[in-house]
């Protein structure tokens, strides 16, 4: 199995530009995960889906964000306007879901935003 | 919602035991889960504890008490490939419409010396 995929690896680019950072899950998987990461304020959810609905989107920062996932095997996070604070790891995770179970998410490789 | 503290940074010798503690305050619980991170890598699962006691794997175990909110995770015989951060993260149970949500604590970096 390839992982969680996730594209680009790296994004530079000036504030007020759109960003859209794309994933694939791993295949069966049914939930998916959108992550931010720094140093000041660690690993967030921003937004998770199940079944490809948004379940918990309370973590998306503005209105500034949005994500969308149109069938099982794609998502999409979008940033419009991008503003330096934005400068993060992106991470996408995926996992199974339902009963019980461990059900570990499993994590892309991120795509590391810098926005000048 | 979910409070989870665990200490910033931790120091050890190659060869030697570390515990890595964590603990808790969650309005509903169903699961703590142990995550390894590599600098510039993504985070791994390691371990997942739902009922109370010790899960051992390998090297690595992992401690549960859920009436004080309280979890460690044990490393032994330290390797230098084991500096790494290392995340605790705890599952909420009270979650409507499905899903494995997951709140992280903001990791503890661990750094093994000889």
């Known amino acids: 199995d390839a992982g969680v995929i996730q594209s680009p690896r790296h994004e530079v680019t000036e504030m007020g530009q759109e960003v859209t950072l794309r994933c694939k899950p791993i295949?069966?998987?049914?939930?998916l995960f959108w992550y931010r990461q720094t140093m000041m304020r660690g690993l967030e959810l921003l937004i998770y889906f199940n079944n490809n609905v948004p379940i918990d989107d309370s973590g998306m920062p503005e209105d500034r964000f949005s994500a969308k996932m149109p069938n099982a095997s794609f998502s999409t996070l979008k940033i419009q306007p991008s503003e330096p604070r934005d400068s993060a790891v992106y991470f996408c995770a995926s996992s199974l879901s339902g009963g019980a179970g461990v059900y570990e998410q499993y994590f892309g490789p991120g795509t590391r935003l810098t926005v000048t | 919602g979910q409070n989870i503290d665990q200490p910033t940074e931790m120091t050890a010798t190659e060869g030697a035991i570390v515990q890595i503690n964590c603990t808790y305050q969650t309005s509903g619980f169903n699961g703590l889960f142990w995550y390894q991170q590599h600098a510039g890598e993504a985070p791994t699962f390691l371990s997942y504890?739902?009922?109370?006691g010790l899960e051992e794997k390998g090297r690595f175990s992992s401690f549960l008490s859920r009436s004080k909110g309280y979890s460690y995770l044990l490393l032994k015989e330290l390797q230098m490939k084991d500096s790494a951060s290392y995340l605790c993260?705890?599952?909420?149970?009270?979650?409507?419409?499905?899903?494995?949500?997951?709140?992280f604590g903001t990791g503890t970096q661990l750094k093994v010396e000889l």
């Open positions: 295949s069966g998987h049914n939930s």
């Open positions: 504890n739902v009922l109370d």
């Open positions: 993260a705890v599952r909420d149970r009270h979650h409507t419409g499905g899903g494995n949500k997951l709140t």
